[in-house]
């Protein structure tokens, strides 16, 4: 391959000698200098004057180091012969998948659009069941709204059963905002996390996660949140979970995977078409 | 097995670096900027916190003139790099040293500035918070402006002694990114103090 | 292998075995080579090190029970602005610089860094600045009583930095030494930066550049948008209390909470400055003894990057306890927590680079699992302190010093000790010894457990830091004592680390020019490398060019 030999990094006669910049005591004389330069000002200012002499004869100095010509010296080659070599002549490979030599992992995962439609959808059961809730437990949609708002705006929890119970736009918005974002963050989570239960995708995404995720909140959230945790019904907030995490789930595994790009060359990956481009097909045989 | 042929890059393509001095120049560029930020935060956040007077509509003069000829002497140092890397070295003796006159103007404008209010109007950097923030961030650069005047005059110098030939284009283009920046921050200072703080 | 003409021991330089010692000294003040100003970086913290850990013990042994009496009020507060001080800004970050200098040119095949005199002006301005600081020992009223050494906190909160509260020039010492040395970490970072960048040999792009590297280019990148804001309010505190300014004078409407924002702007990418050429050393030593390529490259890489930028602003989580309002308090723990992001993916990629390789439990490596490890416990107390509520309740207690401690010790000093042992070999010549490693990396396993994880549980009780003693019955003290049992611990494994790099030099096993059968660039040049590195410029064609040799059957090039 070109200009480059198989036992040996660097092609090219070796020098006999080389040149490298002049050893030079300046850049120390300046610093000494500047350093004296603010030592006077803890001590006396004779102090500071020697450092300003000191610090203009290294800044000279340094100058003419380096103008007109920088100052080199040579220094011999040394003779030696390096060989680069190992005693650990095997490779062994990690077997995952046997036609692939080396591999990049994952070898499979669902499209970044999976995750956003399974988060979108998952938002949308979950409001629904805690919309549901509000309705059969204080009769308005809007409680379960307001709640969610009081996370970040506390002043929401000094409010009585009846107003949390009313319309805020507020509120509406800083909770849209939340759910919406976490909802698409948990989503784009699940359409990378599912490929790695393979077996039963539905069982962690749907049941074990929201379920997890429930028990922590309701271990924590009276130490963290007590007011918000008074209010809360936690047999129906793990359903609201469940709800999106079956929901969400089922959304992202309906997709299909799509086998991984990153070992296809960029230019292939970015669409041109040319020849000399390798077949995609060979292409995931050899790579890891 | 056989080797995927890399469709783009070809294995005997030049191998070429950033140049070490540009790269050098910037980086100090950087940092410098990082300090002047912190002085411009300061500035703007101390303005009209001061407990008593003068404010800055009192006894602040907007330096047009000086400014004029402060961002005036970017494209000056610009001409004399230019001149340099073509060889003509007269022009860049004249280029170069209409930007160290520029520059001097500059700094004079600013020294007389600074007399007038400290002795005559007795506005010190102890008076009050606006007085400490001005001082400071004009300062600031003013001294930046100084070190690099230093730099331009010895090089004036020195191309006066027919010492500075085209091969030193390069490095004079590095002191010129200094001299760019000096003035960059000019902008913004000047900005900051006499167009939003008055 | 084949082994060539081992050097003779103590062979830094040509003449080095002949000439006399005064002669020997010369050539090492006036060198701009940067493997010797690398290791006079080296050396210099090494010394700090001691001096700094001096300083934690005396704190220790104050601190180990009830009402004790061992050191005065006064000195207890001389001791932790020092302990801090020092540590920060003249061990670790010199022994980081000290480190890059010596292996960044080595590793991406270049014969000196781009700047070697400036380079050289660099590692003066830090050497002194130090030298200044604890000058204030002795300067000024120093001999004549209490001492005027900085007594505020390495953090120097205003308004006790006010010419009011911190009468004579102790606090100025802290200035101008830290003035001094952050010009020298500015002209450090400039110099790495260029390096990198334009300093590569052939071949070598940035995505075939070797992590090392790559993370000290992240990190210079941080020195220099970090330190910058530190120099500036080192020049406000100067202007204050030599020219009567007034930036931090609550007096004449100044606001000491502005020095605490400028402070933590750069106080908190510090950290990560710090912490990412850990990273980098714990990415080059991990693959080499799991045998395998590191996992994830361009995910470390992009990883590191996304620190670096998310670093820039988290700073006011130092500062919940300040009273912010409640928008800026959500935003920093926002941030706060993004940074667990990146930072937890680095932990996977070596966990990944170890999962099924075959591992050799060397000491390096040995204190890189050590790392991993450490480092994730760390992490987690972090995200802890990062939610306000929970820092609020904690802030300035010893959990919060519990918990960088962790960091800092757990996972950058050793990550250090195993760069230590894994380049010292390149370094010298000769390998340090194996038992001895093993001795020093598990006591100081078991001091810095002692140490460091009991005090967490006195700030959980209540232990506020920087307290020069306290009564009986509070339940602390119990705990104190076990934490100062641990640093003893600390001391014999340093102390076993000190003999061990002084003894391998003269006795250790000579070594071969790659003892590790390692892949990256500074393996092919001869321990120690000549003053010129290479005597042909090398040129590269994967991340691993050492493997390619050595595996011409099967190397890198083909799938990078």
Not at chain 1, 192 to 212: E, Q, Y
Not at chain 3, 15 to 30: C, G, T
Not at chain 3, 139 to 154: E, F, I, N
Request: aromatic fraction near 14%.
């Amino acid at each position: 391959m070109s200009a480059y030999s198989e036992t040996n990094l660097s092609s090219g006669e070796r020098p006999r000698e080389i040149v490298l910049p002049a050893r030079t005591a300046w850049p120390l004389v300046l610093a000494f200098g500047l350093t004296l330069v603010f030592t006077g000002l803890v001590t006396i200012a004779a102090v500071s004057l020697l450092g300003g002499l000191l610090s203009l004869f290294g800044a000279v100095g340094w100058f003419r180091e380096v103008l007109p010509h920088e100052r080199h010296e040579s220094v011999p080659v040394r003779e030696e012969v390096i060989v680069i070599a190992t005693e650990r002549r095997e490779v062994a490979r990690i077997q995952i998948a046997p036609e692939l030599q080396r591999l990049r992992f994952p070898i499979e995962v669902y499209p970044v659009a999976s995750g956003i439609r399974g988060g979108l959808a998952g938002s949308v059961a979950m409001a629904a069941v805690a919309m549901i809730y509000g309705w059969i437990s204080q009769g308005s949609i809007w409680y379960p709204v307001n709640l969610l708002g009081a996370v970040v705006y506390a002043d929401a929890l000094q409010l009585t059963a009846a107003r949390l119970a009313q319309f805020s736009m507020l509120l509406l918005l800083v909770a849209l905002t939340l759910h919406l974002t976490t909802s698409l963050l948990v989503g784009l989570l699940y359409g990378t996390m599912l490929p790695m239960l393979p077996r039963h995708p539905i069982l962690l995404g749907g049941v074990i996660a929201p379920l997890f995720w429930s028990g922590l909140v309701y271990s924590v959230l009276g130490l963290v949140h007590p007011l918000l945790n008074a209010r809360i019904n936690w047999w129906w907030f793990t359903a609201s979970q469940i709800a999106f995490g079956l929901v969400a789930g089922l959304v992202v595994i309906r997709h299909t995977p799509v086998r991984v790009r990153q070992f296809v060359p960029l230019a292939m990956r970015a669409g041109i078409e040319a020849t000399g481009m390798p077949e995609e097909k060979r292409d995931k045989g050899e790579n890891r | 097995m056989s080797a995927i042929p890399a469709p783009i890059s070809s294995p005997e393509r030049e191998w070429s670096l950033p140049s070490r001095g540009k790269t050098g120049m910037l980086n100090l560029i950087l940092a410098e900027s990082a300090i002047f930020t912190i002085f411009v935060i300061s500035y703007i956040f101390y303005l009209g916190k001061s407990l008593s007077g003068p404010t800055p509509v009192e006894i602040l003069h907007v330096p047009i003139l000086d400014t004029i000829c402060l961002l005036s002497s970017s494209l000056t140092i610009h001409f004399a790099v230019a001149a340099l890397r073509r060889g003509k070295s007269k022009a860049f003796l004249f280029w170069w040293g209409a930007t160290l006159a520029l520059g001097l103007k500059f700094i004079e404008g600013t020294a007389a500035d600074w007399y007038q209010m400290i002795y005559r109007e007795n506005f010190s950097i102890k008076t009050n918070l606006f007085g400490t923030t001005y001082y400071s961030l004009v300062g600031l650069h003013a001294s930046h402006v100084t070190v690099g005047l230093i730099g331009l005059s010895l090089v004036f110098l020195l191309a006066l002694a027919g010492k500075v030939k085209q091969q030193h284009a390069e490095r004079c283009e590095v002191f010129s990114l200094y001299w760019h920046f000096v003035d960059a921050v000019w902008v913004v200072v000047f900005t900051v103090v006499y167009l939003v703080g008055r | 292998m084949v082994s060539q003409s081992l050097p003779q021991a103590g062979a830094f330089g040509e003449h080095a075995q002949s000439a006399p010692w005064l002669e020997r000294a010369h050539e090492w003040v006036v060198t701009v080579d940067h493997k010797r100003i690398g290791l006079m970086y080296i050396t210099y913290s090494l010394l700090m090190l001691v001096v700094g850990g001096v300083e934690a013990t005396l704190m220790r042994i104050q601190l180990a029970v009830p009402d004790a009496h061992f050191v005065s009020p006064q000195v207890f507060n001389v001791l932790f602005t020092m302990h801090g001080t020092t540590m920060i800004f003249f061990v670790t970050m010199p022994i980081l610089f000290g480190f890059a200098n010596y292996l960044v040119p080595l590793m991406i095949g270049a014969r000196d860094m781009a700047f070697p005199r400036l380079n050289a002006f660099s590692f003066w301005m830090m050497a002194f600045g130090g030298l200044l600081l604890y000058f204030s020992f002795v300067g000024g009223s120093g001999l004549y009583g209490a001492g005027s050494a900085p007594d505020v906190g390495w953090w120097a909160y205003a308004p006790l930095t006010a010419k009011a509260f911190s009468r004579g020039h102790s606090t100025d010492y802290w200035t101008l030494a830290l003035l001094v040395s952050g010009i020298g970490s500015i002209g450090t970072a400039i110099n790495l930066v260029a390096t990198i960048l334009c300093m590569r040999c052939r071949g070598m792009t940035l995505g075939k550049m070797p992590l090392l590297p790559w993370l000290n280019l992240v990190m210079a990148g941080m020195v220099l948008a970090g330190i910058s804001p530190l120099t500036a309010a080192q020049l406000m505190l100067c202007i204050d209390r030599y020219l009567g300014g007034h930036f931090f004078d609550t007096q004449a409407g100044g606001s000491a909470v502005i020095w605490m924002h400028f402070f933590w702007i750069f106080g908190h990418p510090e950290v990560y400055i710090l912490v990412i050429p850990a990273f980098a050393f714990a990415s080059e030593i991990i693959p080499v003894f799991s045998r395998k390529a590191i996992f994830g490259y361009p995910i470390m890489v992009a990883a590191s990057v996304a620190i670096a930028f998310i670093s820039f602003s988290v700073w006011a989580h130092h500062m919940f306890a300040v009273g912010m309002p409640s928008y800026g308090n959500a935003f920093f723990v926002l941030t706060s927590m993004l940074v667990g992001v990146p930072t937890g993916i680095k932990i996977f990629n070596w966990l990944g680079t170890m999962w099924g390789g075959k591992i050799i439990f060397a000491t390096p490596m040995l204190f890189c699992i050590g790392f991993v490890f450490q480092f994730l416990i760390g992490g987690l107390t972090g995200i802890m302190v990062a939610a306000a509520p929970f820092d609020w309740q904690l802030t300035d207690s010893y959990f919060v010093v519990a918990h960088f401690h962790y960091i800092i010790v757990g996972a950058i000093l050793f990550t250090i000790f195993a760069a230590f042992y894994y380049w010292y070999p390149k370094i010298t010549g000769r390998m340090m010894s194996e038992t001895l490693g093993k001795w020093h990396f598990w006591l100081f396993l078991i001091g810095f457990h002692l140490t460091f994880d009991f005090m967490h549980i006195p700030g959980i009780l209540g232990m506020p830091r920087r307290i020069y003693t306290y009564l009986p019955g509070r339940g602390w003290g119990i705990w104190n004592m076990i934490v100062t049992i641990g640093v003893f611990f600390q001391i014999v494994a340093v102390a076993i680390f000190v003999v061990n790099l002084i003894r391998s030099y003269y006795r250790g096993e000579p070594a071969s020019n790659d003892p590790w059968d390692a892949w990256t660039l500074e393996w092919s040049a001869s321990s120690p490398p000549p003053a010129y590195n290479f005597a042909v410029l090398p040129e590269v064609k994967s991340r691993r060019p050492l493997w390619d040799l050595k595996h011409p059957e099967d190397p890198d090039w083909k799938y990078e």
